[in-house]
């Protein structure tokens, strides 16, 4: 097996909900083990999600948990999900936009491809590219 780069997103209590709505999005498998699952079932955060995994219809992986108190988590604007890819990625755009913000439509760019990019409402960015069909 080789190596893999995947996002692995920090939520603070709300990543369950968060990997279930990218599981609506995308479709695809999600496994979710909480705290609990994993041998601390009397822990106060026992139901907080330790680790999740959405492996997509389209073939990439997401990955999750719920950052424990005292652990650093600050979101921000530092890192993005990029999806590139065909005509699909517009409904992955429409549906991950819903509840979040657009902060640049999907539409043509100067280069050719159309491109957007979005916060989506669990505070996550996210950039998408189509690439234009080329002689």
């Not at 498998?29 to 995994?53: I, K, Q, Y």
Request: glycine fraction near 14%; charged fraction near 20%.
């Amino acid at each position: 097996m080789g190596s893999h780069l995947n996002p692995y997103l920090g939520f603070t209590g709300d990543a369950r909900q968060a990997m279930e709505f990218y599981r609506d999005v995308f479709g695809g498998e999600l496994e979710l083990g909480t705290v609990a699952d994993f041998g601390s079932p009397d822990a106060p955060n026992a139901e907080a999600v330790m680790h999740a995994r959405l492996d997509t219809t389209d073939g990439y992986t997401l990955m999750a948990w719920d950052v424990p108190a005292g652990f650093p988590h600050q979101p921000g604007n530092n890192v993005a999900v990029y999806l590139g890819g065909g005509d699909e990625l517009r409904g992955h755009f429409e549906r991950l936009a819903v509840g979040g913000t657009v902060t640049m439509p999907l539409d043509k760019q100067a280069w050719g491809d159309e491109a957007g990019s979005l916060v989506d409402r669990f505070g996550v960015n996210w950039m998408v590219n189509i690439p234009a069909e080329r002689p």
